[in-house]
């Protein structure tokens, strides 16, 4: 799952979850009804917390198709979008996941003997690759809408409008110098922390740095 870890590690938010695609990809091939059930969480924990950003109230929803659709919602796509239509039959799947995965693991209502042994041979190799791609791609896609929405928001200072991902040259410049605070499990880069912090010191280091370039 490495293009989910990838995205992880540029939205350090998300850091928690590398614990479950750990488990997740540790448990595929000795036991399928772990990394299953690590998969159906990894999904609903991103689903839970773009709700919780949002304010959007999940109430009593358990199942993991009715997150899911509850996340799409979330992030702007009503019933009637094509994306939306997509999301039910993606919830559907990860319904089916934890359907599956019930069938198969050995808590789950207690299993005879010749069905613990046969248990990950219930599942061929293409449909365990299919389940876990799946998961990584409605992974990414959910994480990477939610964070396209929550970039820094723009600030406005006497008149003059700066824009954080407009000042690329300078937060290059500034992280250089500076680099990342970390706190606990989140970590972010010094530009915007300024930026967020105090937007007129931000501003006067952007022109400074500006002024001593044309210099």
């Known amino acids: ?55 959007l109230e999940i109430g009593n929803t358990e199942s993991i198709g009715g997150l899911l659709k509850m996340a799409f919602l979330a992030l702007g796509y009503r019933n009637e979008s ?65 964070e396209k929405d929550n970039m820094p928001a723009i600030r406005v200072n006497s008149g003059d409008e700066l824009i954080y991902l407009e000042c690329e040259e300078f937060n290059e410049y500034w992280d250089e110098v500076f680099g990342e605070f970390n706190m606990g499990d989140y970590s972010y880069p010094s530009s915007e922390i300024l930026f967020n912090v105090d937007y007129q010191a931000y501003t006067m280091e952007y022109r400074a740095h500006g002024t001593v370039e044309e210099e």
């Open 82 to 146: 094509l994306v939306n239509q997509i999301s039910g039959a993606l919830a559907n799947i990860a319904q089916q996941m934890g359907s599956l995965r019930n069938d198969i693991d050995i808590q789950a209502h207690g299993k005879t003997l010749d069905e613990i042994r046969e248990r990950n041979n219930r599942v061929d190799d293409l449909a365990k690759e299919f389940l876990i791609d799946s998961t990584e791609l409605v992974a990414c896609f959910l994480i990477q809408n939610f």
């Open 1 to 55: 799952m490495e293009k989910l870890r990838t995205l992880i590690e540029q939205h350090s938010r998300w850091q928690p979850l590398e614990d479950i695609i750990n488990r997740i990809e540790a448990y595929l091939h000795e036991d399928f009804s772990m990394s299953l059930g690590n998969s159906k969480s990894l999904l609903e924990s991103i689903a839970k917390e773009i709700c919780l950003r949002q304010n």
